[in-house]
């Protein structure tokens, strides 16, 4: 299954030698100035998705250098958070306070709105939020500028970030909105006073993420439940119970988890497998109280959800892009159309 998230790739292969630099800083010049730095071929690739209101990347740079300044904070005028992560290689980002030089695995914090500017080379996955979204996950956000994650939150960060990138190009629409709010309270946890919310340590927060991601894999089991995902990863039944403290709890998370599963299989329009084969293939062992459940939740049977998806034609990103994405989609389609003149050798260097 191909993604059906806006996505935007640039290859500078797919371009002539002499403009490839060229495309690249076009591509580049609403956020920053890029500069090439040493004698060799320009090379780079990205792979850009929108992800809810996130905008993920994939990168892989030659040596640059790149810089944000006043003009270009007032021209592109961006009220949100990057966050930088070095997968290999080397960065040097100067801020307004401090220098930071990045090593693989860690992941450095961008407020758009002031400056900074740098170099790098390697392989990156960055990731853009909305202020906004972080300030709803956190009340003790405030700005941490050139922060760097680091420590047993690093390694957390650093997992949740390569994983998804891996399923970026495979995730469906409906899916999109779950793996977003999932990044955003663990970018958000990066920025308040301690890098954690009050009350919830590292290692917790280490152990709930393991907990959600087993359970992620193994909706389809009937036997999931808190005891035997504690048995399985090897974890006391204390310290996971301790991990989800302040929510509905670990069986209630499974239950969620299972009925929007399902949820997203109902509503795709290429999944016509009978209702009672989807519960099944997310863990309901009685048809009957996967349709009571599942009316509980949403507040209507499986049929009509389905139903509704067959006639409505439109994604779930389709219809909250109307909200959130005008920007992006704009900026989206003068790229397109910027890659596609440069393709044919009207770009100029």
Not at 33 to 52: S, T
Not at 218 to 228: D, K, M, Q, V, Y
Request: hydrophobic share 40%; net charge neutral.
């Amino acid at each position: 299954m191909t993604s059906s998230l806006p996505h935007i790739r640039y290859d500078s292969r797919d371009y002539p030698p002499e403009t490839r630099f060229a495309v690249w800083r076009q591509i580049m010049s609403a956020t920053y100035d890029v500069e090439l730095l040493g004698d060799a071929p320009f090379a780079a690739d990205v792979d850009g998705w929108m992800l809810g209101d996130l905008m993920l990347a994939h990168s892989h740079l030659p040596p640059i250098g790149f810089r944000r300044d006043d003009a270009k904070i007032k021209s592109e005028n961006s009220n949100h958070y990057l966050f930088f992560h070095l997968i290999q290689g080397h960065a040097t980002s100067v801020f307004e306070d401090r220098t930071v030089e990045q090593t693989p695995g860690n992941t450095v914090v961008f407020d758009m709105q002031r400056r900074f500017h740098g170099s790098g080379e390697g392989a990156f996955i960055s990731v853009s939020a909305p202020r906004e979204l972080l300030e709803k996950s956190s009340r003790t956000l405030h700005s941490h500028h050139g922060a760097e994650v680091d420590g047993p939150l690093a390694r957390l960060v650093a997992d949740h970030l390569t994983s998804t990138v891996a399923i970026a190009p495979h995730l469906s629409a409906a899916e999109a909105p779950v793996v977003a709010r999932t990044t955003v309270l663990l970018l958000a946890s990066c920025l308040t006073e301690r890098g954690v919310k009050e009350g919830a340590p590292v290692l917790s927060l280490a152990i709930r993420h393991d907990v959600q991601r087993h359970i992620e894999g193994n909706l389809h089991r009937p036997e999931l439940a808190p005891a035997l995902i504690c048995a399985e990863l090897g974890i006391s039944r204390a310290s996971a119970y301790r991990a989800f403290e302040g929510t509905e709890g670990i069986a209630a998370f499974i239950r969620a988890r299972r009925l929007a599963a399902a949820r997203t299989m109902l509503e795709h329009p290429g999944e016509h497998r009978p209702i009672a084969e989807i519960a099944s293939a997310v863990g309901f062992t009685d048809p009957a109280l996967f349709s009571h459940s599942y009316r509980r939740a949403f507040g209507h049977a499986p049929r009509e959800a389905r139903d509704a998806a067959a006639s409505a034609g439109l994604s779930a990103i389709e219809i909250s892009s109307k909200i959130n994405h005008a920007n992006f989609r704009r900026w989206m389609r003068d790229l397109d159309t910027h890659l596609e003149n440069a393709g044919r050798g009207n770009t100029k260097t």
